[in-house]
């Protein structure tokens, strides 16, 4: 099993570009998170989606969008990309609402 | 609202001295906690969480709800946990909070 997979694995952005990180997880769960993690600010949670069909706004969502393809599938977009949206990003996936969560390898993303 | 503290960004000890990572949280419901760890170049992953009230890797943790804290603890530390360690509350549907995690540093 993958569990978490997402890419791409780095990337670098100019000032207002546009761009999508593609988050598939193969674990048959219902619940998906985008998180960013800053130095010194621990992870926070951008935007989840609880099942398919559904998403919801977390602690840091301004800036962003995603999307809930299908149960398998969460993409975080970045529509004009700010160098304030330099950070690692984690796409994670859970059965449900409570219980582990398990993590990708994350997505370093640089904005110039 | 649920909150998650962690009070020290860095820790170091030497090896085999104790080590307790702390965690404080505040909700006003009954949470469920968790550890997770992220060793260097490697991805987050569950350490422990207080449900299953088990020891992984020597390390363990008791859910203090008078104090509303979730230490993490080990008697012997050893140079392969040097890591960082984030402490996580599942409450709310779908929402976790995450502390800002430490850095814990074990030295030969």
């Known amino acids: 099993n993958a569990g978490v997979t997402q890419t791409p694995k780095f990337q670098v952005l100019k000032t207002g570009q546009s761009m999508t990180l593609q988050c598939a997880q193969d674990m048959n769960h219902n619940s998906m998170y985008w998180y960013r993690q800053d130095p010194g600010m621990g992870l926070r949670l951008i935007y989840y989606s609880a099942s398919e069909g559904t998403t919801d706004k977390g602690e840091v969502p301004n800036g962003y969008n995603v999307s809930r393809l299908n149960k398998r599938e969460f993409s975080l977009r970045l529509e004009s990309a700010a160098p304030s949206q330099t950070s690692v990003y984690f796409c994670a996936s859970s059965v449900g609402t409570t219980g582990t969560i398990y993590f990708g390898e994350g997505s370093w993303l640089t904005v110039v | 609202a649920q909150r998650v503290t962690q009070p020290e960004k860095l820790l170091s000890v030497f090896k085999g001295a104790p080590v307790e990572l702390k965690c404080n949280y505040s909700?006003?419901?009954?949470?469920?906690l968790f550890w997770y760890v992220q060793y260097s170049r490697q991805r987050l992953q569950l350490l422990l969480r207080h449900i299953s009230r088990e020891s992984i890797k020597g390390f363990t943790a008791d859910l203090n709800k008078g104090e509303t804290s979730f230490h993490l603890k080990k008697p012997f530390a050893q140079e392969e946990d040097s890591a960082m360690y984030y402490c996580a509350l599942r409450a709310d549907a779908g929402k976790s909070t995450f502390g800002d995690g430490t850095t814990l540093t074990v030295k030969p």
């Open positions: 909700y006003s419901g009954s949470p469920e």
